[in-house]
């Protein structure tokens, strides 16, 4: 009995072996699929991963080369912004001095009627003429001194105009300083001082301009110059490197004068050096 049974444990043993090796084979097998799958899945990922670095590569270089173009543009229209500023500025004060040379003209022949009236038509009471011919009679303005103290208002300034237009502008610079000397109370007074700024900023002596427009400013706040004197006084402090404080002075410009020309020239500045035109 007991040669009949020992048979059985082995046979009932061997085939939990089989049964255990099938199972690590199987197990095999599939550690093997699941390795073959993840190598195929890291091949994926990490040629995405090439691509995906050169694909930004790419891109920095082309937000590099446009953000070139773009400065350089930027230059471009800060130059051609100024030269703009300064031509209407020029055909502005041609179109002012056509109307001034108008009314004088108008003046002129208005006086020359006058004394021609006089002359036809001789009051009773006229003085004698003098010993050098001359005479103080009516519709005569007397002779001396007295008489050409302060040069004429509309010819000094047209003319000082004239010379800066000519890039004259020490003579210019003279005329003006002559309207506001003899004339610190008329409109054009602060036109003149405008126009003393404008000759500094010509000259690169961006100090004595920023000076120049202040005394505009302050001096001559009701001025039609008084926003053209804000952009240029934003504009030099930009010149001298003072960044924040142009950029105050042109954001100021546009709260103040929105619906100015010079409001507008103050924005475009603004967006070609990448500035909002509001403060947050």
Not at 47 to 54: S, Y
Not at 131 to 140: K, R
Not at 236 to 260: D, F, N
């Amino acid at each position: 009995m007991l040669l009949a049974s020992a048979p059985v444990p082995a046979h009932a043993a061997s085939k939990e072996i089989i049964e255990l090796q099938t199972q690590v084979q199987q197990l095999l097998d599939m550690v093997q699929r699941i390795q073959s799958t993840l190598d195929t899945r890291f091949g994926v990922l990490q040629h995405l991963a090439e691509q995906t670095a050169d694909d930004s590569n790419r891109m920095t270089a082309t937000v590099n080369a446009l953000q070139q173009k773009i400065n350089a543009q930027a230059e471009g229209v800060s130059g051609k912004l100024d030269t703009t500023s300064g031509q209407v500025q020029s055909l502005n004060d041609s179109v002012d001095e056509l109307k001034s040379r108008a009314a004088k003209l108008d003046k002129s022949i208005q006086e020359m009627q006058t004394q021609l009236q006089n002359i036809q038509t001789p009051s009773a009471g006229a003085a004698p003429p003098t010993a050098n011919g001359s005479s103080t009679g009516p519709g005569l303005s007397p002779s001396g001194p007295a008489a050409n103290q302060a040069p004429p208002l509309q010819e000094t300034y047209q003319s000082g105009v004239r010379d800066y237009n000519a890039a004259k502008y020490d003579v210019a610079s003279g005329e003006f300083q002559d309207v506001l000397h003899y004339y610190p109370m008329d409109d054009l007074a602060g036109s003149a001082q405008f126009y003393l700024g404008e000759i500094a900023y010509r000259q690169q002596n961006y100090p004595e301009a920023v000076k120049a427009y202040n005394a505009v400013l302050e001096g001559f706040s009701g001025s039609p110059k008084a926003s053209a004197a804000q952009l240029r006084k934003g504009l030099a402090l930009l010149q001298m490197g003072k960044k924040e404080a142009g950029i105050h002075e042109l954001r100021s410009l546009i709260q103040r004068h929105p619906q100015a020309p010079e409001a507008s020239q103050a924005r475009s500045k603004l967006n070609s050096m990448g500035v909002k035109a509001t403060a947050r």
